[in-house]
């Protein structure tokens, strides 16, 4: 069946450090999405990408689809406190109805 | 922004029995929800599909008869744990999904009830 792996499963960094989470699906993707998940809560949505090669930018936050549409990453620039949490991606397969999620990177940033 | 609710956020019970938890859609029609189950520090695994006026869709390993979907509107699903058990402590989430113009549609998510069977 489908799978979407990601990396790396944790990453602790300083303050003011870059960050970034691969995703990397089996199969081609119709679309990807990235969720946050704060310790404690539950998934936020963050972002959709659909179109092969999409880069879309949130801020300090980049998101990119790649060529084939069956990887993606998310870089966070300069890190914060507040970027602590979970990211998760999670993939829609063509044709298909459901999300497989990744599972997840978590992001400690120490002050 | 859609909003889903989820009620209860967290409920003990003792074994045997059963619990029900309700997810709303408050702002916007969801014709299909989505079931999901996390343990700790892990990554959500989707237990079943849930279709308005139809019967869920349950993935592989998902007992139906033990997990019971009912999606009686557009705008609300309930989860139903029969016969609780230890081992179904757990995270349940439920999420709906918005159809966007490219079709692929986002999913907003429920806070989540934290279940423990004691």
């Known amino acids: 069946g489908q799978q979407v792996m990601q990396i790396p499963q944790y990453q602790h960094v300083q303050e003011g450090e870059d960050f970034t989470t691969y995703c990397n699906s089996s199969t081609t993707l119709s679309n990807i999405q990235w969720y946050k998940q704060r310790p404690g809560g539950h998934p936020v949505f963050l972002i959709q990408l659909v179109k092969s090669g999409e880069v879309k930018k949130q801020k300090r936050l980049t998101f990119q689809f790649g060529e084939a549409k069956k990887n993606s990453s998310l870089h966070i620039t300069a890190t914060q406190t507040t970027d602590v949490g979970t990211y998760f991606c999670a993939g829609r397969k063509v044709g298909g109805n459901k999300l497989v999620f990744g599972a997840g990177t978590i992001l400690r940033v120490k002050s | 922004g859609a909003v889903v609710s989820q009620h209860p956020s967290w409920v003990i019970c003792k074994s045997g029995t059963s619990v029900k938890i309700e997810c709303r859609s408050l702002d916007f029609q969801a014709t299909t929800m989505f079931w999901y189950r996390q343990f700790p520090k892990q990554s959500l695994m989707l237990m079943a599909t849930s279709n308005e006026g139809s019967k869920a869709t349950y993935e592989q390993g998902v007992e139906k008869d033990k997990f019971l979907i009912n999606h009686a509107s557009l705008t609300l699903s309930t989860l139903t744990v029969t016969s609780a058990h230890p081992e179904d402590s757990s995270f349940y989430i439920c999420?709906?999904?918005?159809?966007?113009?490219?079709?692929?549609?986002?999913?907003?998510f429920g806070p989540g009830t934290r279940l423990t069977v004691t």
């Open positions: 999420s709906a999904r918005v159809v966007g113009l490219a079709g692929g549609g986002e999913q907003y």
